[in-house]
């Protein structure tokens, strides 16, 4: 049979090689997605909690069940044979290929091991490299497979590209780490270009994770701006590697430091911790100025804090077992450590301060923009309110308060005067905020006007203090000026609003002033009939008009009466009438009479 194709105008023939060549049919080609197979068993398997240990055992026991399935065992349990596994052997590449991988895995994750464990013992650092070195041959044999697609080959090109760069990296070699780092990195950055959109998520990753390796290379080479990006990419949380990383270089310029300028006074350095911390909070302003936004450098400042919690712990324990401090009498000058101490808790109180201030900002942006009278913002999340600002002016105040209370510090008085100047200031903000939430949910008119004339006065204060200039910054300044002027305008606006809701009442609680006021009392009708009132709810279908059921009243119950004054009446006298009745005997003897006549005795008697 032929098969005819035009090429050109001209009339081509050719065998069918598939019916002529039976045998010639190609092979398959499969596909394996290296990196996605690596990540969800180390998830699955330990290193979700950097447990490389128990990873290391799920590799061990999966390259025994995949020599078992391909009939390469290596001995018995009495005798071990050592047998390598190539394409050549066996038919079967895919688990050919998954066995090199975990060999490799089970090298790499023994050397992380090692890394952990090398802290406390240094000597396990020569068994670590070893084992990456291992890692890196085991790795190799991804190379040589030749039915698998062109994905697959790139994958283990890139996966080659990181063990070696990890290699090199553990032997200080900068450059060829480096040079394999960055071609790791460019490999799965094409990888996750070509790829459609729920592929991506895993190779972007891996890309991130390499970043910080790739850039403590370029410091080591010599590019002295590679510690800022460290830095930065910390405060974006980069895991445990990227703090190694810090804490190495830190080490390496912390033995140039070895005081500190602060006040005047010349403050040495010993502890390591604490060189280290300072270094960084060296760094720190230059960060901070290349975030992207709020929440990256609010980010950078809790970094930064649990940090200088760690070197003020290290300063403390250094204080206990130090014996100038104990032998220090009460209100004698500080220790050299007791300086470093209030030094470090100068730092942390005007970070935390810093920090506090950047929220404020982001809290201020999601009030209304149009009339704070009115309403918030809506959007996705929990709505900033007026008292909760009022609390992060409060968490600020008590953090200068904390700095005026700092040992050393309370006779310098130029220091006193400019934390009390800033404190002043801050206290306009919180009375601002103060007077917000009096006049949105309470309706205080009178209290709001009272609250923005003492923050008007706080703010004169601030900005009229002598040391002014020195103590408030361009910006604050700023904001107390646009403050005092926002003040004057709403003390009016307040005003007016308490005019036309008439706050002035009287003892019955009826409004003096305007209408609204008095459309809230809970007079009836019947209790009001003297007064003349626009009442639009007496024409609804539940008219004020007289309150069923009536309030209950306390009245008397039926007394139980003892008339004690009767002993006291003086009766007028009854002679006259007692006359009377004697005269009148004689006409009839009574009841008595006709009685003692029915009978027959009396009478008889008496004759």
């Not at 050397?111 to 070195?133: G, V």
């Not at 809970?522 to 007064?531: I, N, S, T, Y």
């Not at 119950?557 to 007692?578: W, Y």
């Amino acid at each position: 049979m032929v098969v005819q194709e035009e090429v050109s105008g001209d009339t081509k023939i050719e065998n069918n090689n598939e019916l002529q060549n039976p045998e010639a049919v190609p092979e398959p080609v499969f596909t394996i997605e290296i990196l996605k197979i690596i990540k969800d068993t180390q998830q699955q398997h330990g290193l979700r909690h950097s447990d490389y240990q128990r990873y290391r055992g799920y590799c061990s026991r999966r390259i025994r069940r995949l020599r078992k399935v391909l009939h390469v065992t290596q001995g018995d349990k009495r005798h071990f044979k050592k047998k390598d596994i190539s394409e050549a052997m066996l038919k079967d590449e895919r688990k050919v290929l998954i066995h090199s991988i975990m060999m490799t895995e089970r090298a790499w994750s023994y050397a992380m091991q090692l890394r952990q464990e090398a802290n406390t013992e240094p000597r396990k650092k020569f068994h670590l490299i070893s084992r990456l070195r291992k890692a890196a041959t085991y790795s190799l044999q991804l190379q040589t497979f030749s039915k698998c697609d062109a994905r697959t080959k790139l994958e283990a090109q890139a996966y080659v590209a990181w063990i070696h760069g990890s290699l090199h990296f553990e032997l200080q070699m900068w450059k060829p780490a480096m040079e394999n780092l960055k071609k790791a990195q460019m490999v799965y950055e094409k990888l996750a270009l070509a790829l459609p959109e729920e592929e991506q998520y895993i190779y972007k990753s891996r890309v991130e994770e390499l970043a910080p390796s790739l850039r403590f290379c370029a410091y080591n080479i010599g590019d002295e701006s590679a510690i800022d990006d460290l830095l930065q990419m910390r405060g974006h949380g980069q895991g445990d590697l990227l703090a190694n990383l810090i804490s190495l270089i830190s080490n390496r310029r912390s033995e140039v430091m070895c005081e500190v300028e602060w006040r005047g006074h010349a403050v040495p350095v010993r502890p390591e911790r604490v060189r280290g911390f300072l270094l960084s909070e060296q760094q720190m302003d230059n960060s901070l100025s290349r975030a992207a936004d709020n929440a990256a450098k609010i980010t950078l400042l809790e970094t930064l804090l649990l940090d200088c919690k760690d070197a003020v712990a290290a300063v403390k324990d250094e204080l206990k077992n130090d014996p100038n401090t104990k032998n220090r009498t009460a209100g004698g000058p500080l220790t050299t450590l007791q300086q470093l101490l209030s030094y470090l808790m100068h730092i942390r109180l005007t970070r935390t301060i810093q920090r506090n201030l950047l929220m404020v900002e982001s809290a201020q942006a999601t009030l209304s923009d149009k009339n704070e009278f009115t309403i918030y913002k809506g959007g996705e999340g929990r709505r900033t309110r007026p008292q909760d600002l009022t609390r992060l002016f409060e968490i600020i105040l008590q953090n200068y308060c904390e700095l005026q209370q700092l040992p050393g510090l309370e006779d310098d008085m130029k220091y006193q005067q400019e934390i009390d100047t800033k404190i002043k200031a801050y206290r306009a903000f919180r009375r601002q905020y103060m007077t917000l939430k009096a006049l949105f949910g309470l309706r205080r008119w009178r209290e709001g006007m009272a609250l923005y004339q003492r923050a008007e006065q706080y703010v004169k204060e601030a900005l009229g203090a002598s040391n002014a200039t020195a103590a408030l910054d361009n910006k604050l300044r700023s904001d107390l000026q646009n403050l005092k002027r926002d003040i004057e305008g709403q003390v009016f606006s307040a005003h007016a609003h308490s005019v036309l809701e008439g706050e002035g009442q009287d003892e019955d609680g009826i409004a003096q002033l305007g209408t609204k006021a008095s459309y809230k009392s809970k007079k009836p009708l019947c209790d009001r009939l003297g007064e003349y009132r626009e009442d639009p709810s007496l024409t609804s279908r539940m008219p004020n008009v007289y309150k069923l059921p009536p309030e209950m009243r306390p009245i008397p119950c039926k007394p139980l009466f003892f008339d004690l004054a009767f002993n006291f009446v003086e009766f007028p006298s009854l002679d006259d009438k007692i006359e009377a009745a004697a005269g009148g005997k004689k006409g009839g003897a009574g009841l008595t009479g006709f009685v003692k006549g029915l009978w027959g005795w009396g009478g008889s008697a008496k004759k």
